[in-house]
């Protein structure tokens, strides 16, 4: 069956970084695009970075220039890179595959304070 196990999560300070991972099985990982979503507390699911099969990437507004999505295909692993993090970054960041139906991850928290 489909799995996606997220990590990397924590607390990090404004300016901080963290990379969040994404273990992918039960399904061809290099055939599909892969997304991360998040959600904040209080606010919908919403789409943070996608990479298709080919590589190509689209980034939500809010993070075009601090986050950058890779993937290991060996691995079969989705990263998110998050750079220059501010607190409107605080969520639970989300792993996403669709395969007809979506596919979502436990999730892992980030929170960015002082």
């Known amino acids: 069956q489909v799995q996606l196990v997220e990590s990397g999560g924590g607390l990090v300070q404004p300016g901080g970084s963290l990379r969040l991972s994404c273990a992918a099985s039960?399904?061809?990982?290099?055939?599909?695009?892969m997304n991360w979503y998040r959600q904040a507390p209080g606010k919908q699911r919403e789409l943070v970075a996608t990479?298709?099969?080919?590589?190509?990437?689209n980034y939500a507004d809010s993070v075009k220039g601090r986050f950058t999505i890779s993937r290991d295909n060996a691995k079969n692993t989705v990263y998110l890179q998050m750079n220059s993090l501010k607190p409107e970054d605080t969520a639970v960041y989300y792993c996403?595959?669709?395969?007809?139906?979506?596919?979502w991850g436990q999730g892992t928290q980030v929170i960015v304070s002082s």
């Open positions: 996403n595959v669709a395969l007809g139906q979506n596919y």
């Open positions: 039960g399904f061809i990982f290099s055939l599909n695009r």
């Open positions: 990479m298709t099969r080919g590589r190509d990437t």
